[in-house]
């Protein structure tokens, strides 16, 4: 059986350019970067070279990018540093956010060190920066924004530069968890005024296991991993050497394409909204699919029926390969915190919703399979 897979928000293919540029350094480029004989110093070069690549493509200086095991990594180390290293007592997110967001801000309101409170969302699932304004204009103290460039359940894109420009008119500290956006598009993190912000190379081709940490060079920091000097001493532990070459080469392969890339996932996208609309009578789409949002994903709301509530299941059975929400909450047969936010009445929870992600990789003729699919499912 040949399968279909339309689960790329969650994780991609590796690219066969990243993965040659990978291999030397899995057999005989193997140092230890710390190390200072020849060895070591090959793959020292090859780190530093990675850096100047991804700060090059982000608009950054080499000196504002760390890498680490990945998005939530980044996320926590960020969020510790707002509180621990700049002082904010004050924490503002919405509901919307990954957990790598909302269980480490709920954990440090639960233990007192910070309070905690959340932005409205809109009808159509977008912050409602409005109240984001009200909540900074009525806080006192240092505060820290914690907010997500674009969801990753039901794809809508944050106005970033809007809630920049707002944390500089009140001063707070700017976390976006840019995970779903770095590799999709060009983004200048200077432009958009974040002090902190993050990536995973897995996203957009590269491989799992590694990610960035951009920290705006006017803070100071401490590192959240300690016992070794490595990353300028902000994160201790031997460096995911290959990993590090693979995310730059990833991120520069998606910077080139992006133009190409970008519309032609974007056609797929409209393509299966077209198809679902004229195949099926009641489905809706969660989010703002039409509007300000990320062209890689499309989170479908079926209506639920005897047959539909085991639609997941039966895809997979099919060999398509979809999910009901993020894949770090998979094993959960719950609908996410993101679905139950943006529908306020119960009534309207009747549903099932199917995230569909798209990649370069994605043809018309598998959309076409999933339609058929899922007509017979139905």
Do not use: W
């Amino acid at each position: 059986m040949t399968r279909i897979y339309f689960d790329n928000a969650a994780t991609t293919a590796l690219d066969t350019e990243v993965f040659e540029s990978m291999k030397p350094f899995f057999t005989e480029k193997f140092g230890n970067p710390s190390s200072i004989y020849s060895y070591g110093r090959e793959t020292k070069m090859a780190i530093e070279s990675a850096r100047k690549s991804v700060a090059k493509a982000l608009n950054v200086t080499p000196g504002e990018i760390f890498f680490t095991s990945g998005g939530t990594e980044s996320t926590n180390t960020a969020l510790h540093a707002a509180i621990y290293d700049l002082g904010c007592q004050h924490m503002i997110t919405s509901p919307l956010e990954h957990h790598a967001t909302l269980h480490t801000l709920e954990a440090f309101a639960k233990r007192g060190i910070a309070d905690l409170k959340f932005t409205k969302i809109t009808g159509n699932g977008h912050i409602d920066l409005n109240h984001l304004e009200e909540l900074l204009a009525g806080t006192e103290g240092k505060t820290v924004v914690s907010l997500m460039h674009a969801n990753n359940e039901i794809g809508n894109l944050l106005k970033v530069k809007a809630v920049g420009d707002l944390c500089e008119k009140y001063g707070a500290v700017f976390h976006c968890d840019t995970v779903q956006t770095v590799g999709h598009y060009p983004i200048d993190f200077k432009a958009v005024k974040v002090h902190f912000a993050n990536g995973a190379a897995h996203k957009f081709h590269g491989p799992k296991g590694v990610g960035i940490l951009y920290v705006n060079d006017s803070l100071k920091i401490t590192p959240l991993i300690m016992g070794g000097a490595q990353e300028r001493n902000m994160r201790a532990g031997t460096e995911n050497t290959y990993g590090i070459v693979g995310f730059a080469k990833a991120l520069e392969l998606a910077t080139a394409g992006y133009e190409a890339d970008s519309e032609y996932v974007r056609g797929l996208k409209s393509y299966m909204m077209e198809q679902l609309r004229s195949n099926f009578n009641n489905v809706r789409f969660n989010g703002d699919p039409e509007g300000s949002s990320l062209y890689t994903v499309l989170n479908v709301a079926f209506p639920l029926t005897e047959k539909s509530e085991m639609l997941l299941f039966n895809l997979d059975m099919a060999g398509i390969c979809v999910s009901g929400g993020s894949a770090c909450t998979s094993g959960s047969t719950s609908v996410s915190h993101v679905i139950k936010t943006i529908y306020s009445n119960e009534s309207d929870m009747n549903i099932v919703p199917i995230r569909f992600s798209f990649c370069k990789h994605n043809t018309k003729a598998e959309v076409d399979r999933v339609i058929e699919v899922v007509k017979e499912l139905l």
